[in-house]
């Protein structure tokens, strides 16, 4: 079985390389980088791994809107129309270990529609976030659990594996959502079509070069989005 692991970037020249290289350690993973014209050079590293590891890498040059959501969407079309059985969602900044990526992939194997890569399901797995980040994400994951009655630990984490056809069957094009509530719309969307959603373990630490993406309008987004989940679809029955 073969997995397609989709990394969005911008400004990740130092990151990229070392995520790639571990992830051609993993049978059966191939990487599709989603560079929204990053400045520092990425999107030529990005080239120079495709060169260095020919039919497992390969990387989009994405023009038009920036964003989270408008690269995982443009991502998530192009794997459809493909043979992979697996699609992964990657941060670029090696948060997301990719030791963990087997247990997510063996999970959707035997029927998970999603596999979520959990920072929560074993207590709190966050290494190098201060107290108050951690705080501020455990009250986000309540507080959509609370609004949109989805039952999962952690809702608002990237590092996700989906069976492809599973992916497929989603309305991708009733996504509007971009930045981190895009998180929250696929997941809800899942939900809302049936799809049958896990959570995996995951051991979560903090960017260890470049910047965080997060801001305060990212913030402000993801406190909105669930209401808007909820106006255009009403609330999840159950999980």
Known sequence: MK???????????ENI???????????GVHVMVLDDQSPDGTGAIADALAVEYPGRVQALHRRGPRG????????????????FDFVVQ????????????????AAAAKGADL?????YLNGISVVNWPLRRII??????FYIRTVTGLGLRDITTGYRCWRRASLARLPLDRIVSDGYAFLLDVTFMAADTGLRIEESPIIFIERRQGASKL?????????????????????????
């Open 3 to 13: 997995t397609l692991a989709l990394i969005p970037t911008y400004n990740e020249r």
């Open 115 to 119: 596999v979520i890569g959990s920072r």
């Open 17 to 27: 390389p070392i995520l790639i290289r571990e992830l051609m350690q993993l049978s």
């Open 90 to 105: 990657m941060d670029a900044d090696l948060s997301h270990d990719p030791r963990y990526l087997p247990a997510m992939i």
């Open 136 to 141: 501020l994400s455990q009250c986000a994951n």
């Open 215 to 239: 801001s305060s309008g990212v913030l402000l987004e993801s406190l909105i989005a669930p209401w808007k989940l909820i106006l255009r679809h009403g609330r999840i029955k159950s999980q």
């Open 68 to 83: 989270l959501g408008v690269s995982y969407l443009d991502g998530f079309r192009r794997a459809i129309a493909t043979d």
